[in-house]
């Protein structure tokens, strides 16, 4: 296990599993923004 | 209050408030910052990964993430700083609400001591001369003097009374002459001085229709680049070009509209202070902004175009008498007399011979509902008085040959005339008028550079009108008016187009205060007029209208020209991360750093640090606004652009590449 979680972070750039947790956040804030930007006035 | 924007003080409180508004349950109130945060966490759990496990790039994360946090402080920083002020306001009005006993009257005459947070709306207390008002209230019985200072700053008592526009009355204020039964018009916690505090502490604080509008293009923009960010790496992969996350999330905090984002708040909230500090509440940030806006202003002749006394003018002889022999007799009959008119008429005198020297009088003569004449009884018998015409006309020994054209000229011109008589000879008549205050002129011409519209409007008869109104400079007068034509002349504006400020005291001013844009009400008019406007004068100075919309203006112009400059710095910045993004993949894009960048990782740092500590270098110009002076909107965007824009296109190139150079002489670059 810990060797795995060395491997992924040893090159933190290029790992696809951060990547995807980047775009998961992503998706999150499109999300928020989206939201705002329907009730303005709730923020 | 200390006044300064960085007093010790107040740096320090927003320092700690700062901190506390990191709290993402606030930051989620400001899209952009939100957005630059939760990044910020992300990249602060991939660079405690990268530490943790020995990454190469566990420097420049760490760089990274501590500057995303820094960019969101810096906003919550501004804001914090922002509202402080208000705060030290709001501490010095908290003092002046105190708790004191009241004397309440019972419908049946029997008076009992209570608190005064006991009082309900339609108690009726009885205030004696010393007593602290104890809630806001209208004078039904009495007059008396009441010292204002604890809420105007103004130390000149005022005068309170029972019937016409001076009835109410504010609690905490103090009564200093004679005895007042007042209406408690406020329940507790509603007061005046409570709805100030709220006010300037910005507790309820609302985004203004200009900011909602900014937030969502704000929020747009930044919900664009977001999408764009997240799919760079798999639409890139396509054509073999991919980044690292940390760049993506540095330029996601680099291209999104942070300077403008983290400020917004601070400059909205300092131009309501700006206001306060003019002894002005806003009821909103909308009324600040809507004075931005304004188009037209309503202004009253009397009090705010003209000075409101009315002064002696000239000394007009009568039969064989000379100006000189009118002008002595005139100073004869005011040497004793303290009105503004009185003395108006000394000053007049003695400009014209300048040797006249103060006679022994042995006897004054007050001016009196009654005799409606005033004077002085000399030392050496001669009897000297000065009055209306209609008494002085039965006073006087005979009537001279024209003199009731004398007096019929005067008045047509909406002046007032004065008899002067000695030993109850008429000797000539003094011509008071209304005149306009200095400076007043030079401020109209200046609303109208501003592309503003002036009407002035009065009561007075045309003639007087068109001469006052041509003396000033107004666009436009409205002569002959009642209080209540007021919300006439507001509404045909309005059906131009137009966005109108108006100011107010009495109670039938208040339906035209409520349907103006902006309405600007005075401290010592009735409470009716107070509810109705959006604005309140502490110091009952009407010409401050003209002051409102000028902050109105500069808060307007401080936000466009801080939305130029944030927007237009992210054109540097592609220029400074593209190529950094797609140096290993696409080297011919290397031309575009026409700045010469020493690597991609520096290159990406230096556009970040200089995204970060411009919103703290910032911060001055939000809470000061732009520099400001009544121009037209077309010169005023001209400079604007010129300054903020070019200002902004350039700047962000020479900091980027300082930054660069320091942070490579440092060695502080992965």
Not at chain 2, 14 to 43: C, Q, W, Y
Not at chain 2, 157 to 177: A, H, K, N, Q
């Amino acid at each position: 296990m810990h060797m795995l979680a060395s491997q992924i972070f040893m090159d933190v750039s290029s790992t696809t599993l951060i990547y995807v947790a980047f775009v998961i956040l992503g998706i999150i804030l499109v999300g928020y923004l989206t939201y705002v930007l329907i009730y303005p006035e709730r923020f | 209050m200390n006044k300064g924007v960085y007093s010790r003080r107040i740096l320090i409180e927003a320092f700690a408030d700062s901190i506390k508004k990191l709290n993402p349950r606030h930051v989620m109130g400001n899209p952009v910052m939100f957005v630059v945060e939760v990044t910020f966490f992300f990249a602060l759990i991939l660079s405690i990964g990268a530490w943790i496990f020995g990454s190469s790039v566990a420097v420049f994360d760490s760089e990274i993430s501590i500057l995303l946090l820094l960019t969101v402080w810096f906003s919550t920083f501004a804001e914090a700083l922002s509202e402080g002020r208000g705060r030290a306001q709001a501490e010095s009005l908290r003092k002046t609400r105190k708790e004191v006993r009241a004397q309440k009257i019972a419908d049946d005459g029997t008076i009992t001591e209570v608190d005064s947070s006991e009082l309900v709306k339609g108690d009726k207390v009885l205030v004696r001369a010393g007593d602290t008002i104890p809630n806001d209230g209208d004078v039904i019985k009495g007059s008396g003097s009441v010292d204002e200072s604890a809420i105007t700053g103004e130390s000149a008592p005022v005068i309170r009374e029972s019937g016409g526009d001076f009835t109410s009355v504010t609690g905490g204020t103090t009564l200093l002459s004679d005895e007042l039964l007042i209406e408690i018009t406020a329940n507790p916690g509603e007061s005046f001085l409570d709805r100030m505090i709220t006010l300037v502490e910005g507790a309820t604080r609302q985004k203004t229709p200009n900011e909602l509008a900014l937030t969502t293009v704000l929020a747009g923009f930044t919900w664009i680049l977001t999408v764009i960010i997240i799919t760079f790496n798999t639409l890139g992969s396509f054509l073999g070009v991919t980044s690292d996350i940390t760049v993506l999330y540095g330029l996601l905090a680099c291209l999104a509209p942070t300077t403008i984002g983290g400020l917004l708040p601070a400059i909205g909230i300092a131009g309501m202070d700006r206001v306060t500090q003019f002894n002005v509440i806003a009821t909103s940030g909308r009324a600040v902004e809507a004075a931005g806006d304004v188009t037209t202003i309503i202004l009253d002749k009397t009090g705010t175009i003209t000075i409101g006394n009315r002064l002696a003018q000239e000394f007009i002889p009568l039969g064989d008498k000379t100006e000189a022999d009118v002008t002595r007799a005139s100073f004869l009959s005011s040497v004793s007399d303290e009105t503004p008119e009185g003395r108006s008429i000394v000053a007049l005198a003695q400009k014209l011979i300048p040797d006249l020297t103060r006679p022994d009088v042995k006897n004054v003569i007050d001016f009196s509902a009654s005799t409606k004449m005033s004077g002085v009884d000399l030392a050496d018998g001669r009897e000297v008085r000065k009055g209306a015409f209609d008494v002085m006309s039965d006073y006087v020994r005979y009537v001279p040959q024209g003199f009731k054209e004398i007096i019929d000229g005067i008045a047509q011109r909406g002046a007032t005339p004065l008899v002067v008589s000695v030993d109850r000879e008429p000797i000539g008549v003094i011509h008071l008028k209304d005149t306009v205050k200095p400076g007043m002129r030079e401020r109209l011409q200046e609303l109208r550079e501003m592309g503003i519209k002036t009407i002035m409007v009065t009561g007075d008869n045309r003639l007087t009108a068109a001469t006052i109104a041509a003396e000033a400079g107004v666009d436009d007068y409205v002569a002959e008016s009642k209080p209540e034509d007021k919300i006439k002349i507001v509404e045909a504006e309005q059906k131009q187009g137009k966005i109108v400020a108006m100011t107010g005291d009495g109670t039938n001013d208040a339906p035209a205060l409520a349907q103006a844009d902006v309405g600007l009400a005075m401290n010592s008019g009735t409470q009716a007029a107070k509810e109705a406007a959006n604005m309140i004068d502490l110091d009952s100075d009407p010409t401050k209208l003209i002051d409102v919309v000028g902050i109105g203006k500069q808060l307007l112009m401080t936000r466009g020209s801080i939305t130029t400059f944030s927007v237009v710095t992210d054109f540097a910045k592609y220029f400074t991360i593209l190529p950094a993004i797609f140096a290993a993949t696409l080297p011919a894009i290397s031309k575009l750093d026409f700045i010469n960048l020493q690597s991609p990782h520096s290159a990406i740092l230096a556009a970040v640090i200089f995204n970060t500590f411009v919103i703290l270098a910032l911060i001055p110009l939000a809470m000061r606004g732009v520099k400001y002076k009544p121009k037209d909107a077309t010169s005023t965007l001209i400079r604007n652009v010129a300054v903020y824009g070019v200002g902004g296109l350039l700047t962000p190139f020479i900091a980027i590449k300082a930054i660069d150079l320091l942070i490579n002489y440092l060695h502080i670059v992965a």
